[in-house]
């Protein structure tokens, strides 16, 4: 199972990724929970000690590892080197494990406009590809807010993309833009999770504007998810919460 994690900015995308990710590890399932937003705090919201998220180092500032592995000595960037760098000892080398969950971080590539192609990014390039087509554990990869760093790379081996979206016309135009743009990239399926949802006008609302069969379920608005967003806590520790989304894990699988 792989899947993507998207939506419009604080809908619930990072909340959401921890509980499905914590969920699948309870069972047993080996996940790789992936943060893929340049602004990461998936750790956090997994429940992370500090102590641990304070050493976790982005896979794109580990300039010599990406200087070695592209084959460009670390002076000299943007000279030739290494497009096809060996990654499929990375998720394993440079995960953090805690909770049953390994977490990597993707960090952020400072790109110089669309056709940009430096070692940094060919590196993360072909480890998300990697991640996605060929990685055996259960991927779970929160995404950055928004639709423009939806790429082929990430498309190409999903299972499906999850939209959240919560009872606002905003979010939900969001739902429409990744929908159109999935079917671009040839994206199999998506899915969408109506969050802070306050009651069933606000189900309703949502329903309406999806498309039939698309949505997995929802998740209710909740003052305990809000606070356990404190460093060593995490929204896994709100029973109610945890139970919808165990509802709309089993939905998943129903429909993958
Ligand atoms: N069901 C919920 N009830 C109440 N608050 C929630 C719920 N889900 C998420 N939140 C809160 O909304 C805020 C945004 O959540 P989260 O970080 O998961 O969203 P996001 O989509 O990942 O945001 P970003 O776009 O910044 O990455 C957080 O403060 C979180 O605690
Ligand atoms: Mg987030």
């Keep these: 199972m792989k899947i993507a994690i998207t939506g419009k900015g604080g809908v619930g995308k990072t909340t959401f990724a921890a509980i499905l990710s914590r969920l699948y590890a309870a069972e047993g399932y080996r996940v ?34 990406i200087a070695e592995r592209t084959n460009t000595p670390s002076d000299s960037f943007g000279k030739m080197f290494k497009l096809n760098p060996q990654v499929d000892d990375i998720p394993e080398k440079y995960c953090t494990e805690y909770n049953g969950v390994k977490l990597l971080t993707m960090g952020t590539v400072e790109t110089g406009g669309s056709g940009c192609v430096c ?40 299972n499906a993309f999850i939209v959240v979206v919560e009872p606002g016309a905003r979010s939900l135009q969001t739902y429409d833009k990744v929908k159109k743009l999935a ?13 802070k949802v306050k009651n069933q006008s606000d189900r309703e609302y949502i329903l309406k504007y999806l498309d039939a069969n698309t949505c997995l ?37 129903l429909v993958t």
């Design 119 to 158: 070692p940094e990014h060919v590196l993360l390039k072909k480890l998300t590809s990697h991640l996605v087509l060929q990685n055996k554990d259960v991927v779970i990869m929160d995404m950055e807010a928004g639709i423009e760093h939806l790429g082929r790379g990430t498309a190409q081996g999903v």
């Design 32 to 65: 790789l929970a992936v943060d893929a937003d340049p602004d990461a705090n998936l750790a956090l919201a997994l429940g992370f000690p500090e102590e641990i998220i304070a050493k976790i180092i982005p896979i794109a500032e580990m300039k010599e590892m």
């Design 217 to 253: 379920g929802f998740i209710s608005y909740s003052e305990e998810v809000v606070n356990s967003d404190r460093p060593d806590q995490s929204p896994f520790t709100n029973a109610k919460t945890v139970e919808e989304v165990k509802v709309i894990k089993q939905q998943l699988s």
């Design 183 to 195: 079917q671009d990239l040839g994206v199999p399926k998506v899915f969408a999770v109506g969050n």
